[in-house]
Each structure stands twice: as C-alpha cells, then as structure tokens.
C-alpha cells in the first residue's frame, strides 16, 4: 500500500491548504478537526472552516458555538508557537459581508433590504457552495493564518464548490444582468407582460420573491448587482485557481465499506478531472486485532464444541462430577467471546478486500489508516488520539 505521510504534509510551511471531501458518516468532519489541531500543535497556525451544519466540531473543541468568525480553541499546546482557529460557515452572513465590501454604505444597505437578494443569498442552489469558497479566499487572503482545513458538506455535493463559483457567478454576472434589466427598459405594461412569459424560466430564488412590487424590487436589485457584483465571476476565478495552486491538498476520507469507498473513488476520478491536488485517502474506522492467528473457522468450531460441552453439562446425567467439571456459564462465556472474535476477523476480512480493490484500481493514490474506536471522540484528547493515528498511518 502506498502510505500518506500526514506529518509530512502538516509540517511542510508550503502546504497552506487543505480541503476534506468524501460521503457522509465516515468522520469527516472529525479528521479535519483532528488535523487542525495536530498541526496546531507541531507550530502552525491553523483555521478550520466547516460548512458541515453538523455541531459536532464546536462540540469537540469545547466550543459553545461556532459562527462567521474565527474563534480560538482554548487548551491547545502552543509550545511551539501554533493556535488553533475554528469557524463554521454562515452563508447568508458571508453573503452580507460581499455586499457590505463592494457597494458604499447607502447602497449596501439597499440591496440587504431586497426581498429578491433576501431570497436569492438564502435559498439559491449553490449559494453555499460558493460562500464557502469566497469565505476560503478571504481568510486565504488575510495572511493569518499559515495553513486552513476545509470541511466539506457531506455526500457527492461536497465537490459542488468546484462548480458552483463559475455557475453561480454566471449568473449573477452580464446574463442575469441584461435578462431581468430587458423588461425595465421596455417599461409599463410591456415589462410586466414579459416578466409573466418569463416567469417558468426562472430559478427557484426569484419565484419565491411574490407581490405587486416584484418588478420594482428586481429592478432596484439589478441596478445594484451591475455596479456591486461585477467582481463574482473573477474572484470566482481566482478561488478555483488558487483550489488547483501549489500549497493546496486534498484528503479524501472514507470508510472501509463497499459505498464509501465507491464514493472515494468518484472523488479522486473527479479531482483528477480538475487538475485538483490529491494528496491520498484517509480511511478511517479500520478494525485490527492482536489475535489473527486463531482463525475465524477455528474460533467458530471451538465455539460450537464449547456450546454441546455446556449443554452436556447441563444434562443431570452427564458422566463429569461438578467438582471437577467446568461451569456451564463459563463455557458459554468463552463460546460468545470466540464468535466476536470471528465475526470481528471477517469484519477485517472484508474491510481489507474493499481496500485492496480500492488501491488496485487506484494504486497511486497514498493512503493512511485510523483504526476504529470504541467510542465516538468529542473533546481535544479524542481528537488528539485521531491525529497520532493519523501521523503514524
């Protein structure tokens, strides 16, 4: 198997990126905050952006909340000169702040007060997507940090983002602009004529903007989004080249089971599309045991054969004196053990097929193993044991 050195990765000063993707309920959102804090504590300085709306991350950190803004994590070993930041994305908020940066205050608060905007940064397919992203650039651009973890929204739609900046910045840019700007310059009935023809094309954002004053709130919307969003599809630009540049990694995260990893393998297909930097697969929950010598098959006949004994036992006239003999209990105790045992073998078993078909199809693809725990983490010490394992593979 080809190994993913994840120190390695941490440590390097020029990775600055790192964006976890794969299905959901493989511990995604876990692996990016063990990561977060294990590089915090080898000496970077570290921001982990969620868009999961799970709370488990805040949870985790000892955070009561995450919001918009950067909070420090509090009980992390800064000896070597690291911090910790987490935040959970705010779509609507983020949304807000692009508005507040490129429009003068009057104007700003025009568009805010928009029922069309309202729906549109609230509701439109991709809108968080492409916050996430414009939330990625702008902490990226701040300089503050050496190094941001991405976490993904969970299933397929965890690689939206790489489409959804050009989509929705196509259209908030010059086709949105000069469709809905047609019917203001035609005026009176003509233009509400057209709007109601036109209505069945729209999205799903501007059918929910009803009432008398639709025309008038899309008009005033769209003499502001020509002089305030002309920027969307550059900095939509940019945040895609920056997701292909030298100092960005991917990690994909998985589970050793047969749908997850078939998911993993549309992941790195897809990244490997894009040009997007992989830098391996993280499986996590792999089972292990000290005890593989004793076979499955093996467990399972001593296992039956202790069974009849406890049920000779059991028999008044059974030929061994109860002093000498075993107690049935006993017996059946070390018959159920011996079947965990083999039902945990053929767990590994099958973890370890679905893992080499994975790699066999994908052989240049650098993995790492976390192995299952017998509890769900959701403090720093958990986090903590997931990142040892993460760096020892």
């Known amino acids: 198997m080809n190994r993913l050195e994840i120190d390695a990765l941490l440590d390097d000063p020029g990775t600055r990126i790192l964006v976890c993707c794969g299905s959901g309920g493989v511990g995604k959102t876990t692996t990016a905050a063990a990561l977060g804090l294990r590089a915090a504590e080898r000496g970077r300085d570290v921001v982990v952006l969620t868009i999961d709306p799970a709370r488990r991350l805040a949870q985790s950190m000892g955070l009561t909340e995450l919001d918009n803004t950067p909070r420090r994590v509090l009980d992390v070993d800064e000896t070597k000169g690291g911090s910790l930041h987490a935040m959970m994305l705010d779509m609507k908020r983020t949304f807000d702040e692009i508005v507040e940066q490129h429009a003068d205050p009057e104007r700003a608060q025009q568009i805010l007060d928009n029922p069309f905007y309202q729906s549109l940064s609230s509701s439109f397919a991709g809108t968080q997507e492409y916050m996430a992203m414009e ?30 900046p050009q989509r929705l910045g196509s259209f908030l840019d010059g086709r949105l602009i000069r469709i809905l700007s047609a019917p203001a310059k035609v005026g009176g009935r003509g233009a509400l004529k057209f709007l109601s023809a036109g209505m069945g094309m729209m999205t799903g954002a501007l059918s929910k903007v009803v009432g008398t004053h639709l025309l008038t709130d899309i008009q005033t919307f769209v003499a502001a989004l020509d002089t305030t969003f002309g920027g969307f599809r550059k900095r939509a630009d940019a945040t895609y080249k920056l997701l292909q540049a030298r100092g960005t990694s991917f990690l994909v995260v998985a589970a050793p089971e047969k749908d997850a990893l078939r998911e993993a393998a549309y992941f790195v297909d897809r990244l490997g599309t894009e040009r997007m930097p992989l830098a391996g697969l993280v499986l996590n929950r792999v089972h292990a045991t000290s005890a593989g010598r004793l076979s499955a098959e093996r467990s399972l006949a001593a296992a039956e054969s202790l069974t009849e004994r406890a049920e000779d ?38 973890e370890e097929r679905m893992r080499t078909r994975f790699t066999s199809i994908h052989p240049e693809v650098r993995v790492t193993e976390v192995p299952a725990l017998p509890g769900d983490v959701h403090d720093l010490a958990g986090l903590r044991v997931i990142g040892e394992s993460l760096g020892s593979g």
């Open 313 to 350: 036992l059991d028999d008044p006239g059974a030929g061994e004196s109860a002093d000498d003999a075993p107690q049935p209990a006993d017996l059946r105790l070390v018959a159920g053990l011996l079947t965990l045992h083999a039902e945990r073998l053929r767990v590994i078993d099958r």
């Open 135 to 164: 939330k990625l650039g702008q902490l990226h651009a701040t300089g503050e940090w050496d190094l941001i973890v991405v976490d993904t929204p969970p299933s397929r739609s965890a690689l939206d983002f790489l489409d959804a």
